[in-house]
């Protein structure tokens, strides 16, 4: 059985790629990389995520910090780069407010 949370551990590997391609200041070695990414799971997925509208949002957190960041992140800076979550419309309030006579 697959567990719930697969597409966090792509995520977090995925992101892992980039940021060791550029050699960051304080990266894991590499024997060290999957024990660092296996704490990263643990504490992330504390969270209710939802792989439709999340993946997209890890992707981009993880390029924001590569294209940003000197030194090797932490689950903090993942946090505060993830975009904001998207704004979804209650069909309720897009009805019309006021009924013309």
Do not use: C
Not at 7 to 24: D, H, Q
Not at 55 to 65: G, L, V
């Amino acid at each position: 059985m697959r567990q719930k949370n697969d597409w966090l551990k792509k995520e977090i590997a995925k992101g892992f790629m980039l940021l060791s391609a550029l050699n960051l200041k304080g990266r894991p070695a590499a024997k060290d990389l999957t024990a660092v990414a296996e704490v990263w799971y643990g504490l992330l997925a504390k969270q209710q995520w939802q792989p439709e509208r999340d993946i997209p949002r890890f992707q981009t957190a993880f390029e924001n910090i590569a294209a940003t960041q000197t030194e090797w992140p932490n689950p903090a800076d993942l946090m505060k780069h993830l975009p904001p979550l998207p704004v979804v419309l209650n069909p309720r309030k897009l009805e019309a407010k006021h009924i013309q006579t």
